[in-house]
């Protein structure tokens, strides 16, 4: 029994790079998260799916995409990363959006 | 603007001492509370929600937490703390109106022998 899965666990880009990071819940679940967490801030949302074909943007959108042509999958898009996209990336999936959140072991992304 | 706040960064207890962790949230209309854990390494795990219905809650690993509406908190407690509790705790916060969930800077826990 997975849960979510998130691809890569670690990275390391240089600026103006551009990387894709992946997660695969196997619940099937409607709704899907990504989040960034950084030291005193808590996480923060970066987009969200509320189900296959849609995403919405959440707290802290900027420099970020997302895609969810599968229900099981949701793609996080850094097209030019920036030092200040460093951060403890994390995804989390629910079967409603008043549900809780299952999360991903996270992926650890430092841009030199 | 919806918030979430956790006034305490870091607590230390001693094992078997009585814990409380503080969560006060600002929102017109009763929204939907959670508290999360997390240890070192790894992604958050429910502790225990809150929609409804009894205002005391009891989550896992013998937790619990109690929603106030007049004072717009939400604080988990535990009567006695195990080694194992120590990590970071969050609580969250679901409007239950448009579409945003935010989350609270967290409570570090440190436990001593």
């Known amino acids: 029994n997975a849960g979510v899965t998130q691809t890569p666990k670690f990275r390391v880009l240089k600026t103006g790079q551009s990387m894709t990071l992946l997660c695969a819940q196997d619940m099937n679940h409607e709704y899907m998260y990504w989040y960034r967490q950084d030291p005193g801030m808590g996480l923060r949302l970066i987009h969200y799916?509320?189900?296959?074909?849609?995403?919405a943007k959440g707290e802290v959108p900027d420099g970020y995409n997302v895609s969810r042509l599968k229900k099981q999958n949701f793609l996080l898009g850094l097209e030019s990363a920036a030092p200040s996209q460093t951060s403890v990336y994390f995804c989390?999936?629910?079967?409603?959006?008043?549900?809780?959140?299952?999360f991903g072991d996270g992926t650890r992304l430092s841009i030199l | 603007a919806q918030s979430v706040t956790q006034p305490d960064i870091h607590i230390t207890v001693s094992e078997g001492a009585s814990l409380e962790l503080r969560c006060n949230y600002s929102y017109g209309a009763t929204p939907y509370l959670f508290w999360y854990v997390q240890s070192p390494g790894q992604g958050l795990q429910l502790l225990l929600k809150?929609?409804?219905?009894?205002?005391l809650v009891q989550g896992i690993k013998g937790f619990e937490a109690e929603f106030k509406r007049s004072q717009s908190s939400f604080n988990l407690r535990k009567p006695s703390v195990h080694w194992s509790d120590a990590a970071e705790y969050f609580c969250?916060?679901?409007?239950?109106?448009?579409?945003?969930?935010?989350f609270g800077t967290g409570t570090s826990l440190t436990v001593i022998p």
């Open positions: 989390a999936s629910s079967y409603t959006r008043n549900q809780p959140q299952h």
């Open positions: 799916s509320v189900g296959e074909g849609t995403t």
């Open positions: 969250a916060v679901d409007s239950n109106t448009g579409n945003q969930f935010y």
């Open positions: 809150y929609f409804s219905g009894d205002t």
